[in-house]
């Protein structure tokens, strides 16, 4: 039941060594079946500093030499993993890593490609809460995902399903749709949601509706070749 958790992160120098801890003591019932690869997206603040003091056989850091972005930093640390099964966590603390044994295990006995996090009750502003209902709304009817949080950062899948996908700049928000237009078997689960107690949001939620509308034509051509494939 090998596992690699891969986390990228920005300017988290508030939460990420409280994160890395929280993973540790949720996680001590698999010893050492899982590692930990953080990929730091270009920082400026103190993360990683901080974050080079915890290096060591179980956690792994990369480094960007600039902001490329989520979806980049994902691909990035899911490329150098050690497992064939990933599990994307955020590095805000809004996640919570007690969820993780859980999706696990749910992931393996139901024989998933994909087990998508749903945060059923979000800690959030009521305006993010707004722009992520209709965000999800809208990509739920025009993609048929099934999914009804594509956003959450808690996820369990197949790295190679993953490597095998088109890449773009997005993609990670996605995941549901490319895997269940491959005729993959996924599911969904519902997850803890925290308040953002340390930090800041890194993105304003009209960018996220105007980046969100060109990637799901981005994915609705992919889905296209995919079904032509088959």
Same mark, same amino acid.
């Given at each position: =039941?090998?596992?690699?958790?891969?986390? *990228?992160?920005?300017?988290?120098? /508030?939460?990420?060594?409280?994160?890395?801890?929280?993973?540790?003591?949720?996680?001590?019932?698999?010893?050492?079946?899982?590692?930990?690869?953080?990929? @730091? /997206?270009?920082?400026?603040d103190s993360t990683v500093?901080?974050?080079?003091?915890?290096?060591?056989?179980?956690?792994?850091?990369?480094?960007?030499?600039?902001?490329?972005?989520?979806?980049?930093?994902? !691909?990035?640390?899911?490329?150098?993993?050690?497992? @064939?099964?990933?599990?994307?966590?955020? #590095?805000?603390?809004?996640?919570? *890593?007690? /969820?993780?044994?859980? =999706?696990?295990n749910a992931y393996y006995?139901?024989?998933?490609?994909?087990?998508?996090?749903?945060?059923?009750?979000?800690?959030?502003?009521?305006?993010?809460?707004?722009?992520? $209902?209709?965000?999800?709304?809208?990509?739920?009817?025009?993609?048929?995902?099934?999914? /009804?949080?594509? #956003?959450?950062?808690?996820?369990?899948?197949?790295? !190679?399903?993953?490597?095998?996908? *088109?890449?773009?700049?997005?993609?990670?928000?996605?995941?549901?749709?490319?895997?269940?237009?491959?005729?993959?078997?996924?599911? $969904?689960?519902?997850? @803890?949601?925290?308040?953002?107690? =340390?930090?800041?949001?890194? $993105?304003?939620?009209?960018?996220?509706?105007?980046? #969100?509308?060109?990637?799901?034509?981005?994915?609705?051509?992919?889905?296209?070749r995919i079904k032509n494939?088959?």
């Amino acid at each position: =039941m090998k596992f690699s958790i891969v986390i *990228p992160i920005f300017n988290e120098q /508030d939460n990420i060594r409280v994160l890395i801890n929280e993973i540790k003591n949720k996680l001590i019932q698999f010893n050492d079946e899982y590692e930990i690869i953080i990929v @730091d /997206d270009g920082s400026t603040d103190s993360t990683v500093k901080i974050l080079e003091k915890e290096v060591n056989n179980k956690l792994v850091l990369l480094k960007n030499k600039i902001n490329f972005g989520q979806s980049y930093s994902l !691909k990035k640390g899911i490329e150098n993993s050690k497992s @064939d099964i990933i599990v994307t966590i955020d #590095g805000d603390l809004q996640n919570n *890593p007690k /969820d993780i044994p859980r =999706m696990i295990n749910a992931y393996y006995s139901k024989n998933l490609k994909l087990l998508g996090g749903i945060r059923k009750k979000r800690q959030d502003i009521i305006t993010k809460k707004i722009a992520s $209902y209709l965000a999800n709304s809208i990509r739920k009817k025009i993609l048929n995902d099934d999914c /009804d949080d594509t #956003g959450c950062g808690l996820k369990v899948f197949d790295k !190679k399903v993953f490597l095998n996908l *088109p890449f773009f700049n997005g993609i990670h928000r996605f995941l549901p749709a490319l895997f269940k237009a491959s005729n993959l078997n996924i599911s $969904y689960i519902e997850v @803890d949601h925290r308040k953002r107690y =340390m930090g800041y949001s890194k $993105y304003g939620n009209f960018k996220r509706f105007l980046w #969100g509308i060109r990637d799901i034509i981005k994915v609705m051509k992919i889905i296209k070749r995919i079904k032509n494939n088959e």
